[in-house]
């Protein structure tokens, strides 16, 4: 598992402090990373895009020279497609900020998986990994099919960043199971809410979501309607607040060590403002702080009353209703481009093309529209020369899903709108996790469906579905 200290100094908060175009003084940010450093919080987290938190860090560590100090970066591409060079780049780019060679975590983000370019990075991003530009390759805000079909791929993965808290509790699910079985750390973020978990919140008005609040508290402060209203959070605020004061720590505190206690995670991920905000002596708590069985078992009543987050990790930023900042993803990028290129017939017509070599040699699309009516052609897990999801039936079952998706998407439609699933398997004993993937897709959409056992085209292929769509 990945090794890192289990309290890691998040710097997301860089691009807050800099969103009136000023900059952050890169001597006095250095200047409190060191007193972070030196009161044993030796790891940093940060990502292209929370403002200038790169070169501050690749500032401390030329100025400073700490040892064992670990500096995790992410890029998170645009939608679309990618090549070789611009992965390079954008690698180069984080090196050149940082101020080292070697990236010690770089970790990914997808922003929508029918879009197979997300693949194309990770595999990118592996070859720059055997190459030593990268020493290890991380995810974030991935799903736990995503995260496992990625492994099944022969992609070595250390950690999966995702949020998880006492408010966002669908890490603590599948996916941690799966990251036990294969080695992979969970880095949990947003553990303390934005700083809604403390003392300064209890028995306090709600407040307004707006711009008087942080982008973070925006963005929690949804979480916590979502998990259950600012009443039930109040409950859960005044019942940690009794534990803390057993231990004669922070509700902060307790909040994280809760999250410590999953075997999955190998740390937490608390933000700071660097220079401004800091509660060195307060996180310094969590190195010691082990909460009993009956107090992990009083939160978990608190929170048996309020309101799972539903889906999985990550859809927060794919898939309504968007638990961002802004609710929405505006501040990410403003267009999602098709997945796949599309031809527009004389007849009317439109062809999807995914770029397998068989839809050329037997001349046919991944998907045609005519009309409202789209149908899409038996699908493997095949993404240009590579199989994706090896010898998984589920893995392979998931890609084909996204392939499905994609095309239909690019033909102006979406998943919900299928009718129809035909599903082919090679190995019926394998029939069952094959549904069960079919199953987490289409769950709330119940198309029509048959699965039959068949001879496929190709040994490596254990399942193949084809789709009908109605728009």
């Known amino acids: 598992m990945l090794d890192v200290s289990k309290v890691v100094m998040g710097l997301w908060q860089i691009a807050d402090m800099e969103r009136d175009g000023i900059k952050v003084d890169k001597e006095e940010a250095a200047k409190a990373m060191l007193n972070y450093y030196e009161n044993g919080f030796t790891t940093f987290d940060m990502a292209d895009h929370y403002g200038s938190a790169e070169e501050i860090s690749g500032y401390f560590k030329n100025k400073y020279a700490p040892e064992d100090l670990k500096l995790f970066t992410k890029w998170v591409p645009k939608p679309g497609a990618v090549d070789s060079n611009k992965i390079e780049a954008a690698v180069r780019t984080a090196q050149q900020k940082l101020n080292t060679d070697c990236i010690q975590l770089?970790?990914?983000?997808?922003?929508?998986?029918?879009?197979?370019?997300?693949?194309?990075?990770?595999?990118?991003?592996?070859?720059?990994?055997?190459?030593g530009m990268i020493e290890k390759i991380g995810l974030t805000n991935f799903d736990e099919p995503h995260l496992n079909m990625v492994v099944k791929s022969g992609i070595q993965i250390a950690s999966n960043q995702v949020c998880h808290s006492l408010l966002d509790q669908r890490a603590a699910g599948k996916i941690s199971e799966t990251c036990l079985k294969n080695d992979i750390g969970i880095l949990a973020f947003g553990t303390v809410a934005g700083g809604f978990f403390s003392e300064k919140w209890l028995n306090k008005p709600e407040p307004l979501l707006d711009g008087s609040l942080t982008w973070s508290q925006m963005k929690y402060k949804?979480?916590?309607?979502?998990?259950?209203?600012?009443?039930?959070?109040?409950?859960?605020?005044?019942?940690?607040?009794?534990?803390?004061?057993?231990?004669?720590?922070?509700?902060?505190?307790?909040?994280?060590?809760?999250?410590?206690?999953?075997?999955?995670v190998s740390a937490v991920i608390i933000g700071t403002r660097l220079g401004r905000s800091e509660h060195i002596a307060e996180n310094k708590n969590l190195f010691r702080l082990k909460l009993s069985s009956e107090e992990i078992n009083a939160i978990k009543t608190i929170l048996a009353n309020g309101i799972t987050i539903p889906g999985d990790c990550g859809d927060e930023y794919r898939k309504p209703p968007f638990l961002t900042a802004s609710g929405d993803l505006s501040h990410h990028f403003q267009e999602m481009p098709s997945p796949y290129p599309v031809v527009f017939g004389n007849d009317g017509k439109s062809k999807a093309l995914s770029g397998t070599p068989w839809e050329s040699m037997a001349g046919y699309s991944r998907a045609v529209r005519k009309g409202n009516h789209i149908s899409v052609s038996g699908t493997t897990a095949t993404h240009g020369n590579k199989l994706i999801g090896g010898s998984d039936p589920a893995a392979q079952t998931h890609f084909i899903i996204d392939k499905i998706e994609g095309a239909i998407q690019s033909l102006g439609g979406k998943l919900e709108d299928v009718v129809r699933t035909r599903i082919f398997v090679k190995d019926i004993d394998q029939w069952e996790s094959i549904a069960r993937a079919h199953g987490n897709r289409f769950g709330s959409i119940q198309p029509a469906n048959t699965m039959v056992q068949a001879e496929l085209v190709g040994n490596e292929y254990l399942v193949e579905i084809e789709a009908d769509a109605i728009i």
């Open 222 to 264: 949804r979480y916590i309607d979502a998990s259950g209203g600012w009443e039930w959070f109040q409950t859960l605020l005044k019942n940690l607040k009794k534990i803390a004061e057993t231990h004669a720590v922070s509700i902060a505190t307790v909040a994280s060590a809760c999250i410590l206690d999953n075997p999955a």
């Open 106 to 131: 770089l970790q990914f983000h997808a922003w929508n998986y029918a879009d197979p370019h997300w693949l194309d990075c990770l595999f990118g991003l592996d070859q720059l990994r055997q190459k």
